[in-house]
Nanobody, 118 residues
Framework: VQLQASGGGSVEAGGSLRLSCAASGSLFRINTMGWYRQGPGNQRELVASIDSGGNTNYAASVAGRFTISGDSGKNTVYLQMNRVKPEDTGVYYC?????????????WGQGTQVTVSS
């Protein structure tokens, strides 16, 4: 299974970006999908997650500006980023966790760069 993230780029503060992440290969039963980011000099942190029931969770720094959505049937997750700020700059990684048969699986995308200029 490979996760392919796309949609990153450069944007001015106040603008918008939409990230996408699709799984290819043998699909699996999704439990949770999420987006993480790692800013310059920082550790990787959770940005947002969504579970198979549609329940969402956001970091306080992005709540009200970012929206996560997903299609668990297609193993695809999106992150709509609105009113972005320079501190949103970083490499964004998608993550999908679930089950392949009885095995717990945990996959990461390759990361996509987001740069927000002031």
């Amino acid at each position: 299974v490979q996760l392919q993230a796309s949609g990153g780029g450069s944007v001015e503060a106040g603008g918008s970006l939409r990230l996408s992440c699709a799984a290819s290969g043998s699909l699996f039963r999704i439990n949770t999908m999420g987006w993480y980011r790692q800013g310059p000099g920082n550790q990787r942190e959770l940005v947002a997650s969504i579970d198979s029931g549609g329940n969402t969770n956001y970091a306080a720094s992005v709540a009200g500006r970012f929206t996560i959505s997903g299609d668990s049937g297609k193993n695809t997750v999106y992150l709509q980023m609105n009113r972005v700020k320079p501190e949103d700059t970083g490499v964004y990684y998608c993550n999908q966790m679930g089950y392949s048969g009885l095995e717990v699986v945990d996959y990461w995308g390759q990361g996509t760069q987001v740069t927000v200029s002031s």
